[in-house]
């Protein structure tokens, strides 16, 4: 099944909004003719009605890095989903390794942030991954089967087929190393199998799924031309218009 890539920049707690703009107007000519992926660019909160507003008119799209599993109430300094959809995000990013590692986030909340997303109509981009001590004790499978069977709880089938889940090998991120196409494609067909188990493969099968991991402009050709890997969630890379539009456009 052909699947169609999601090209998505995770910004992390880089550019204010004047440098958002800046990002926008260099980085649109350099993907003009840009047709086959979906590309989303997802900067801070405060960052993101400039990134909407610069991109406007554009086939590129704007996402969040984070959401609340509540739509309203007394949650000192969280955005609910609804407000994300009011300022005009069609993604979401939820549960980065980084959420994870320095913010307390769990299998459990982020289960909930999913369930509280999906209703609103923004895509979740689902981060899954194990760090490199798991990798290294060879329970990298039973940390993915973890993470995915408590993500996908209480989802229905008709309600999955928004979902996107990004394979981030924690020690990929930001070090330089990349998993190989054959590590990460094993890892993508074990998540697209926990898939089929909680959706069925039908769903299972539309379900995109993307690599994160130091992901550059020299090994993003190979990465994409794995049949198990249908786009990327790049970091650091994506900060440079140069650089990211030369992933975009690999």
Known sequence: MTRKKLMAANWKMHKTP???REFVASFLPLISGHHRDEIVLCPSFISIPATIEALQGSRVDTGAQDVCWEQHGAFTGEVSPAMLRAAGCTHVIIGHSERRQFFGETDDSVNRKLRAVLPTGLKPIVCVGEVLEEREAGVTEDVLRRQCSLAFREI???????IVVAYEPVWAIGTGKTATPELAGEAHRLIR???AQAFGEDVANRMRILYGGSVKPGNAALLMSHQDIDGA?????SLEPKSFAAIVNY
């Open 156 to 162: 229905s089938a008709g309600g999955a087929a928004p």
């Open 193 to 195: 199998h926990q898939a």
């Open 233 to 237: 969630l790049v970091g650091g890379a």
């Open 18 to 20: 004047d440098q958002a």
